[in-house]
């Protein structure tokens, strides 16, 4: 399981940040936003290395923006495995994105708690995150769909009152 969980979650992170880079590119397209460095020196501070301008700065800012939604999706490709998958599943890892995100900017001192930010800068992290969240969700749950219910999808089946509707689609849905 932890095999699949970790090779199916680098992809379906991948998905998810491509996703998220691509709807983030439309946005600043529309709205004139700014190309946020946070990434780049969240990664600077945690390496120690420079937060200097430049190509340097521009490489560790695409560094952590895929490194870090790539190695999330495989948490939420071990939730897909253990039969955490749908909507529901996708909102709790969305969740997990955006705290992932906080605990590292506060912690190196680049950010700020998000009550702090402006509405409507919350509002576009928010949104883009969870784009992020529900196409690397998707993904996942895919890929694990192709081996069944997972453990937990197999016990609900089992236990009277509960049902499983977490388990693959049907041909030509979703």
């Known amino acids: 399981m932890l095999r699949n969980a970790l090779w199916e979650g680098l992809i379906a992170g991948a998905a998810g940040v491509a996703?998220?880079?691509?709807?983030?590119?439309?946005?600043?397209?529309?709205?004139?936003?700014?190309?946020s460095h946070v990434p780049g020196r969240v990664l600077a501070r945690l390496?120690?290395?420079?937060?200097?301008?430049?190509?340097?700065?521009?490489?560790?800012?695409?560094t952590m923006h895929f490194g870090q939604g790539i190695a999330?999706?495989?948490?939420?490709?071990?939730?897909?495995?253990v039969g955490l998958r749908g909507p529901l599943a996708s909102?709790?890892?969305?969740v997990v994105r955006l705290t992932n995100d906080q605990?590292?900017?506060?912690?190196?001192?680049?950010?700020?708690?998000p009550q702090t930010w402006p509405r409507s800068e919350l509002a576009i992290?928010?949104?883009?995150?969870?784009?992020y969240g529900f196409v690397t969700g998707a993904v996942a749950d895919a890929l694990a769909a192709r081996r069944?219910?997972?453990?937990?999808?197999?016990?609900?089946?089992?236990?009277?009152?509960?049902?499983?509707?977490?388990g693959p689609l049907p041909r030509g849905s979703g």
């Not at 909102?91 to 969305?94: A, C, E, L, Q, V």
């Open 125 to 131: 992290d928010v949104l883009h995150k969870s784009v």
């Open 47 to 62: 390496t120690g290395a420079s937060e200097s301008a430049g190509q340097h700065s521009t490489t560790l800012n695409w």
């Open 103 to 113: 605990i590292l900017e506060n912690a190196t001192g680049v950010g700020a708690p």
């Open 19 to 35: 996703a998220m880079t691509v709807g983030e590119k439309i946005e600043q397209a529309v709205t004139g936003r700014p190309n």
């Open 91 to 94: 909102s709790k890892f969305t």
């Open 148 to 166: 069944g219910l997972g453990p937990g999808g197999r016990h609900a089946e089992r236990v009277p009152g509960r049902h499983s509707d977490v």
């Open 72 to 81: 999330l999706g495989v948490l939420r490709s071990v939730m897909a495995e």
